[in-house]
């Protein structure tokens, strides 16, 4: 979707768009790899909004990453708390403005998801973490007592089905749980599910030397707070790491969840 095409013609006929485009952050970034990071969001988050019909009243819901909001430490983000100025930042600033730009050039109605951590049993970052906590290699990142945007993925879907149905629901959003959890707690959490130690943590120094600026992703301190969603009356399914996990990778006391049908 980076470039002009047929496919264009598919938003046209549409009411609405839900635009999830975008490389994982999750590979080492090269200064050749941020520039595909930005380009595969920012290129084709315009591309979309070039094909909206003008003035027909359409709905345009774009991803955008907590990322926007940089490292806050301790404090307490909903939505309208400040951009961060690290590379993921000012990427999700772009990002969202382009987004925003069918407001004003075609009259439609636009929301920005700023997502946390998607928790999820057949893939994300649960999947990545389990074979090391396997391995008895699990542990915090850095000194795990940064904040970690989460948000299971049921929530996740429910949450844009919610904003595409409400017509005043608009502008940015924060994709994260109400409880908020520091990474320690997802750590220890996961590891009581497993019957693991979470003893072997992964030192900041470290992390930078082998990711390089990749690092910060992990290493920012994020405390979001979904406002804006909650303001318009979503309820979330699994607002606490507890509830998340239980349904993920089974509780401390019943073991793993029987396999999805």
């Known amino acids: 979707t980076n470039r002009e095409g ?49 003035d027909r009243g359409f709905v345009l819901f774009n991803a955008s990453g907590a990322g926007f909001y940089g490292d806050q430490g301790d404090t307490v983000l909903p939505e309208s708390a400040p951009a961060g100025d690290d590379f993921l930042a000012r990427l999700a600033v772009d990002w969202e403005q382009e987004a925003l730009n069918a407001v004003e050039a075609k009259g439609a109605r636009v929301a920005v998801g700023r997502f946390g951590v998607v928790l999820d049993r057949d893939g994300g970052a649960i999947e990545k973490m389990l074979p090391a906590f396997r391995m008895f290699l699990g542990g915090p990142l850095g000194k795990g007592t940064q904040w970690f945007p989460w948000i299971h993925i049921q929530d996740l879907m429910a949450a844009v089905v919610f904003i595409l149905e409400t017509k005043d629901a608009r502008g940015p959003f924060n994709f994260a749980a ?21 003893a072997m943590p992964a030192p900041s120094l470290m992390m930078k030397i082998v990711l390089g600026d990749l690092a910060q992703a992990f290493l920012a301190s994020q405390r979001l707070v979904p406002e804006h969603l909650q303001t318009l009356g979503f309820s979330f399914q699994y607002p606490g790491i507890d509830d998340a996990l239980n349904e993920i990778v089974g509780s401390d006391e019943t073991g793993p969840p029987p396999p999805h049908p």
């Open 6 to 54: 047929p496919w264009q013609q598919a938003v046209e006929s549409c009411d609405a768009a839900v635009n999830l485009t975008g490389a994982t952050i999750f590979r080492v970034w090269t200064e050749r790899y941020k520039r595909l990071l930005r380009e595969s969001r920012i290129l084709s988050t315009r591309r979309i909004v070039d094909a909206i019909p003008k």
């Open 178 to 198: 109400p409880r908020p959890a520091r990474n320690i707690d997802l750590v220890q959490a996961l590891a009581r599910r497993l019957h693991r130690p979470a």
